[in-house]
């Protein structure tokens, strides 16, 4: 773990180093917390959703936008939109989270752990992808806000991490008022096809921006401005 840490720190410091490739590296986090909002909104029946789940909501698509603002902070107008171009390894990027889903959903189907009744089968789902995503966020984004203060970066994801260990938090909660699927039992395996998928998109971008030897230098992107 202490192992793969340091080698996702290591990507990490090259990315930070290069402001139009810093800017890239965001816009791919704001498609993927985008993408995640987008499939709370969808997987949750309207009947059910009450104050915490509309905050769960309000605050990923919150995120989306915050990625997207600090990678126009790092290079104005280099990434516009979500196309292929402005996003790094965009389909390996794509595959990480839309191969979660199928996956938790395969593995539900195999378990017999899926409710019949629709709602709760999409609240299941729900719960079980989005506390995989969250114990990933929550270890990434530590990582990255280490190496933006190594750096020294006006940059910080401090207000992020707060409100995804809050949700990871949430999802413990709900996981215990969820009759009928035991999260200690299945967590092992599906972490583990998590791991997976997330070795396969640090794979990919490592091999399309190889980690650069640490120059042990402070910041060297142009903006000033703290967010
Ligand atoms: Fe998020
Ligand atoms: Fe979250």
Redesign the pocket.
């Known amino acids: 773990m202490q192992q793969d840490a340091e080698r996702w720190k290591a990507w990490l410091r090259g990315i930070v180093r290069d402001a139009p490739l810093h800017a890239r590296w965001l816009n791919t986090l704001s498609l993927l917390?985008h993408i995640?909002s987008r499939k709370i909104v969808k997987a949750l029946d309207s009947d059910t959703l009450d104050l915490q789940l509309l905050q769960?909501i309000a605050?990923?698509a919150r995120?989306a936008f915050f990625f997207k603002r600090l990678s126009e902070r790092v290079a104005a107008g280099a990434c516009p939109t979500y196309e292929a171009p402005y996003v790094l390894s965009a389909s390996a990027s794509r595959a990480y989270i839309q191969g979660l889903d199928r996956e938790v959903h395969d593995y539900l189907q195999r378990q017999g752990a899926l409710p019949q009744e629709a709602a709760r089968a999409s609240m299941l789902a729900y719960l079980v992808v989005?506390t995989l995503?969250?114990e990933r966020?929550t270890a990434m984004y530590a990582l990255y806000e280490e190496v933006l203060r190594e750096v020294d970066s006006p940059l910080s994801l401090r207000s992020v991490l707060n409100?995804?260990d809050r949700?990871?938090q949430e999802m413990h909660e709900a996981f215990a008022r969820f009759e009928g699927f035991a999260w200690p039992l299945h967590a092992p395996t599906l972490r583990q096809t998590e791991a997976q998928l997330f070795e396969a998109w640090l794979v990919s971008l490592e091999r399309e921006h190889p980690a650069r030897p640490s120059q042990g230098s402070k910041r060297s992107e142009s903006y000033t401005s703290p967010c």
Do not use: K, Q, V
């Open positions: 917390e995640g769960h605050e990923e995120h989005t995503i969250e966020a409100e995804e949700h990871l």
